[in-house]
């Protein structure tokens, strides 16, 4: 068809020029943009539609007709003045009112580059979030803080799946002393299912949850089917996981003793994690199993016991719906394969969400269903059953010589030992022969019922239910080094209900013209219950057969808890035309976990919010607001029953029964702690919506933070709980974000969040004193520890240093080792001071691209592999003094200069011991997160393949470390999501990079 030439300008409807505006002809992806002018000019045939297209405007269409010019004036868009964001309770506001910090996260931006837990997939994301993880293995739980360290024992925000919401709580951990990571409530989230995520950040916006949301809220929305036919979504992702090899050891000196190669067995296995020997030479020597083996650098070892750990996702949903009824089911599973041999994650999701409108009625219903199983959670921190002491062999020991880690011959399978520590289990011992398998079934639901009784007043009932079936099947298996018979460890079954009903009243109305009103009025219930039962025991009679009834004595366990709060809650918003909008909420709790006579309490908030686009009237400024906000929220004792003295009965003594009581003195005046916050913020739109800036500043304090102080063991108790404690918080968040490039066929969109936060304890058990502490978490090696300091930032990293004289030399002993100070002393946060994001989306037609780079400045890493890697001669600082012997560069008690020369194994094992600052590294560091590049084929292209789309994606996560300053370690390395533990590291699995792709089809 003949092409004519048809041209004109933009503007808006001042008659300004507008820059950037799309024009495309309709059906076709052949197009132009404005110049700075606002002109065009494109050759198009008769009756042709032309789509005017710009951010933060209407769309417009014209059919080309005879004109050869055609000038379009634009409608500003209220898209971005009326967007809807759902806060509270899940109710719906338009974003201009709201005057408190959210933001919202689409759902399609965790289901590429998946994680096992999709809280990972947040990282980097949103300003003022801040995800760390456990490393260890798929489905770990996330530490989630939101703003700093908002309470002594800060936690994740509350999770709420459509209005509803969720326990998160951590299943099981690891300590100093060991443990496995069993998951959290989020990891189960099948990330297929979410619409979007909303963060509510400060205290204003998450205080009608009451006491759970105090560290904030994330609310999950998930798909729902849409008005018209039947769709059918299919979504296959499969990825691979490499280890990471982070270590950067010294391969100059292989295994032995004092400088000494091995010579027999004996001190072949009494070397098999220290590297002291002889310099490498590759000759012939003996190994702990009674051969010989080069002696010769291996770098390897963890590249070769660690395998490539796979993970296949394969989903399905089927939508649809009408004018007065919608649905959607999804079927989901997840096979995974961990890097860890015969360790892996199985998740099988089914979820329904439904909607029905009868008259003035509308019905939801979503109901979430998932049934999971790990396959031999890894063990963490501690060395018995611990694979992940592979990374410590001695540099000339190859991992081969430990296959299969047992003695098949043996009666009992004897573990093979390769070290002269029994608690150090051998690696291929633990990934042949451990067992412990954690499950669970959950059913998560909510039912909900709106009336809409006029125009401007409805009603609702909603009803959560979220239960939770948990299985632990953990045993010592025969022939362990350190328990040659095994045991039971354990064998549980633990059930966790919580029933959530609110009902509420709602009105929205003008007054006048100019003036309207939001009002809702409401009560709640919560009720949750804990109810576990777990028995053990050992000796094994039969070996090999692992069975409850197989053993020569039982141990029992049986624990139960119960909580209730009755709640009642208000909301009043006051809007003036679309320019000023007051909003003020109330909640009053009353929790069963307090005395009675100081169970209840109220907690407001306040909040304002401007629209200045219309005042401040400058073009570039496309959208203004202003807000500010002040909340108080309250908080609970994390246990319940600790207001009354409670006796459990033991086993008996010949007979006679005997009976205890907790060491911990109960408190009867018990009241709830409290978290205030004062925030203010702006959001900015300039050029039509092409660059954007949020920003808020908040300082919040707690008041009466509950915890376990000390006591004298005079008194018969060892501690107390009391309301004494209280943190202080304030940070700047920012979000810059921006679409530099805007064609017809190229886009990009690019943003940049930041966030800044300073924390302090003020008090702790609220004495006079200026040196408070309270101890939190350590690691194996035990001579650090993190605690909470008052005055200073928490957790602190508490370490022994050198001492120093006056001029600040290192002060040395008379055996030429430097001197450890009296009392640890505060080392720095392990939680940073500066954490973000750098997000890019690049699209030209059918091709898409995106990377995402996070990073985080400022923390403290406690780190056992350094302890170890010093001990153990792994360390390239161990090289100095290997042949001659280590002088210590400092002085002696008398001040003269130390001349005194030190073996290098007895040197570098003692400072290790006690010089723990040694181990404080700084766990600063920037990644690039996620990388994912695809291309979409569209329904015309597919021709007469019966799809509505096709994408095809190659997805990459943690792909590469960009800088980090802890040498052997990856800096996010951690073996438990509590804060106690927060920025301790060791035995953990190393961090993974992960590859594959993502294949989704519409139909």
């Known amino acids: 068809m003949a092409q004519q030439p048809v041209k004109g300008k933009v503007t808006d409807k001042d008659q300004a020029a507008l820059v950037g505006v799309n024009i495309l002809v309709k059906g076709t992806t052949k197009g132009t943009t404005t110049d700075a002018a606002g002109n065009y000019s494109i050759n198009v045939a008769k009756g042709a539609v032309l789509v005017f297209r710009s951010l933060g405007f209407e769309t417009k269409e014209i059919t080309v007709g005879d004109q050869s010019t055609i000038n379009v004036s634009l409608e500003t868009s209220d898209q971005t003045l009326d967007e809807v964001v759902v806060t509270a309770l899940g109710v719906s506001k338009e974003a201009r009112k709201i005057g408190y910090a959210v933001t919202k996260v689409d759902g399609s931006l965790m289901t590429q580059a998946r994680e096992t837990n999709v809280a990972y997939s947040l990282a980097g994301r949103v300003a003022g979030l801040n995800i760390s993880g456990t490393s260890g293995g798929p489905g770990s739980s996330a530490r989630i803080l939101l703003r700093g360290m908002a309470s002594f024992t800060a936690s994740s925000p509350l999770i709420v799946i459509n209005g509803v919401p969720m326990d998160n709580t951590q299943r099981g951990s690891a300590g100093e002393w060991g443990g496995a990571d069993q998951g959290d409530g989020i990891s189960n989230i099948n990330p297929d299912d979410i619409e979007d995520m909303t963060v509510l950040k400060g205290a204003s916006a998450s205080a009608l949850y009451g006491a759970r949301a105090a560290n904030g809220v994330i609310q999950i929305t998930t798909k729902s089917g849409k008005k018209g036919k039947i769709s059918v979504d299919y979504n296959l992702n499969v990825v691979a996981d490499q280890a990471v090899n982070n270590t950067n050891y010294q391969y100059v ?35 702990f199993d009674g051969k010989s083996y080069p002696y010769s650098a291996v770098k390897d070892n963890i590249q070769q016991f660690y395998r490539t750990g796979t993970s296949i996702t394969n989903s399905v949903s089927l939508a649809g719906g009408n004018d007065q009824s919608s649905f959607r089911l999804s079927l989901a599973n997840l096979s995974n394969q961990s890097i860890l041999r015969n360790s892996g994650l199985d998740r099988k999701t089914i979820n329904f969400t439904g909607s029905q409108k009868m008259n003035k009625l509308t019905v939801n219903v ?48 004897n573990e093979i030992q390769y070290n002269d520590d029994i608690y150090v289990t051998n690696p291929w011992f633990v990934v042949n022969r451990y067992n412990n398998d954690v499950s669970r079934k959950r059913l998560i639901s909510a039912l909900s019922a709106k009336y809409d009784f006029t125009k401007w007043l409805n009603g609702q009932v909603r009803l959560g239910y979220d239960y939770m ?8 298996p025969t022939g362990t080094a350190y328990n040659f018979r095994g045991g039971f460890d354990e064998l549980s079954k633990a059930t966790t209900s919580e029933l959530n009903a ?111 686009t219309d005042v401040v009237n400058w073009n570039p400024l496309s959208y203004g607001k202003l807000r500010a906000s002040y909340a108080v929220v309250s908080g609970e004792p994390s246990n319940p029953y600790s207001t009354s003295q409670y006796y459990s009965v033991g086993s008996a003594i010949q007979g006679t029964t005997t009976g205890s009581f907790s060491s911990t003195l109960p408190n009867l005046f018990l009241k709830p702690y409290t978290l205030t916050e004062l925030e203010f913020g702006t ?63 190229f886009v990009w969109r690019t943003s940049l969040n930041l966030t800044q936060i300073s924390n302090k304890i003020v008090d702790i058990q609220g004495t006079s004193s200026e040196t408070e502490q309270l101890s939190l978490g350590t690691y194996r090696p035990l001579n650090a520890n993190t605690a909470l300091v008052k005055g200073m930032a928490g957790p602190q990293i508490m370490a022994y240093d050198y001492v120093r004289d006056a001029k600040g030399n290192i002060v040395v002993d008379a055996s030429g080792i430097p001197v450890q100070a009296a009392s640890r002393t505060p080392m720095g946060s392990v939680l940073p001071k500066v954490y973000g994001g750098f997000n890019n989306e690049f699209t030209y037609k059918g091709f898409n691209f995106a990377f995402l780079i996070d990073y985080k400045f400022g923390n403290k890493v406690l780190s056992a592999t350094n302890y170890y890697t ?134």
């Open 502 to 612: 609110d009902a509420f009243l709602s009105a929205s109305k003008d007054i006048t013209k100019d003036l309207s009103f939001d009002a809702m009025i409401g009560a709640a219930i919560r009720k949750n219950k804990y109810d576990r039962m777990a028995i053990g025991g050992g000796p094994f009679v039969i070996p090999f057969f692992y069975s409850p009834n197989n053993v020569l004595s039982y141990n029992r366990s049986y624990s139960y808890s119960e909580k209730e709060t009755h709640s009642a809650y208000y909301s009043f918003d006051l809007a003036y035309k679309k320019i000023l909008t007051l909003s003020t909420t109330g909640r009053y709790d009353a929790f069963s976990t307090l005395p009675v006579g100081n169970q209840g309490i109220f907690t407001p908030s306040v909040s304002l919010s401007s629209d200045i």
């Open 469 to 476: 079936n948990d299985g632990v099947n953990k045993i010592t």
């Open 870 to 1003: 010093i001990f153990r001669g792994l360390n390239q600082m161990t090289l100095t003094g290997r042949e001659s012997g280590v002088v210590a560069v400092g002085v002696t008690s008398s001040g003269d200069v130390n001349t005194v020369s030190v073996p290098a194994q007895t040197y570098y094992q003692t400072l290790a011991r006690r010089i723990s600052a040694l181990n404080v590294l700084d766990g600063s560091f920037i990644k690039l997160r996620q990388v994912t590049f695809g291309y979409t084929f569209t329904k015309k292209q597919l021709g007469i393949i019966p799809f509505q789309s096709v994408n095809v994606s190659l997805v990459a996560r943690n792909l590469l470390t960009l800088m980090k300053h802890t040498d052997n370690i990856d800096p996010e390395a951690g073996f438990s999501s509590l804060i106690n533990y927060a920025g301790i590291e060791g035995n953990s699995l190393p961090a993974t990079r992960t590859y594959g792709f993502n294949l989704n089809i519409k139909f």
């Open 366 to 413: 979503m109901v979430n269903y998932i049934d999971e199983l790990a396959d031999n959670k890894p063990q963490l921190s501690d060395g018995p059953l611990n694979a992940n002491n592979i990374q410590y062999l001695a540099t000339s020991v190859n991992q081969v010589a430990l296959q299969p880690g047992y003695d098949a011959s043996s009666t009992y399978g």
């Open 683 to 745: 959001e900015l739109k300039f050029f039509q919506n092409r660059l954007g800036l949020d920003l808020a500043y908040f300082n919040r304090k707690t008041k009466n933070e509950i915890i376990n102080g000390s006591l004298s063991d005079a008194t018969g108790y060892t501690g107390q709980y009391i309301g004494t404690g209280s943190t202080q918080n304030s940070g700047i968040e920012m979000m810059l974000s921006g679409t530099p490039i805007q064609t017809p066929n």
């Open 253 to 287: 000196y292989g295994q032995g003793i004092n400088g000494k190669r091995p010579t027999s067995v004996t001190s072949a296995l009494n070397s098999g994690m220290l590297s002291w020997g002889e310099k490498l030479d590759g000759a012939s020597t003996i190994q």
